[in-house]
């Protein structure tokens, strides 16, 4: 049977849904890129636009292709004003209407990964930036990742090389140092192709505290998770 790539395979998002401090921490690292018009690509169940939104932001469009994960993401950011849920992807959203576009895990899921990219450089407007968070590391790679429907994890090199060719690469850098090491513990020991509640709490409440002060030490080198920022040129 063929996978309909509009129906996300995953579970583990109610569970992510509760790690706030993670939340937290990548988005302030995120949001000097999050401003005016933003389309978040792959919205899910609406847990990261909260955390991600800034009073800069003028409007918020959640597209997310799985229709009933849109239907749970419009419940969750019901409150959020000037914030709407479309079902869709970026080979249906308006060309050059956003200031910035956001992907938080979910490149991965993306076989034609470049493809995508160039697809959300041309929704930008001039000067507008595309940011991307993706689970680094494919010596990482676990029956977690392919549990869920990941094609790859990145370097900073492999997604520095996706990036569009209409832009260009403002910033690029890792993050939780710490979680690296759940993250080869279950690679190489647990190969479990699930994380637990209880997992997730210990790496939510103890690692990723433990990161927030060590990643800035190691410049932003190191972490299981990568992120890619770039500018369309203002003229």
Request: glycine share 8%.
């Amino acid at each position: 049977m063929t996978h309909d790539p509009t129906h996300y395979i995953g579970t583990e998002l109610e569970l992510f849904a509760n790690a706030t401090n993670w939340k937290a921490y990548f988005a302030r690292r995120i949001r000097a890129w999050v401003t005016g018009d933003v389309l978040e690509v792959g919205a899910g169940i609406g847990t990261n636009t909260s955390e991600l939104r800034t009073p800069s932001v003028k409007s918020w469009l959640c597209l997310e292709p799985d229709a009933s994960l849109a239907a749970q993401a419009s419940a969750a950011v019901a409150s959020i004003p000037n914030c709407t849920v479309a079902v869709g992807t970026t080979e249906t959203a308006k060309l050059g209407t956003y200031d910035s576009v956001l992907y938080v895990d979910v490149l991965e899921h993306i076989e034609d990964d470049r493809g995508e990219l160039e697809r959300a450089a041309a929704l930008l407007r001039p000067g507008g930036a595309l940011a991307v968070l993706c689970p680094a590391h494919q010596g990482l790679y676990s029956e977690i990742d392919r549990a869920v429907g990941h094609f790859r994890r990145y370097s900073a090199e492999s997604l520095g090389a996706c990036g569009p060719s209409a832009l260009g690469l403002e910033k690029i850098f890792y993050l939780d140092c710490v979680g690296m090491l759940a993250s080869l513990a279950n690679r190489t020991l647990l190969k479990s192709s699930a994380a637990s509640a209880g997992q997730i709490r210990v790496w939510d409440r103890l690692m990723v505290p433990i990161s927030r002060l060590l990643d800035p030490c190691l410049g932003y080198r190191l972490g299981k998770s990568v992120v890619a920022v770039w500018r369309r040129p203002d003229k």
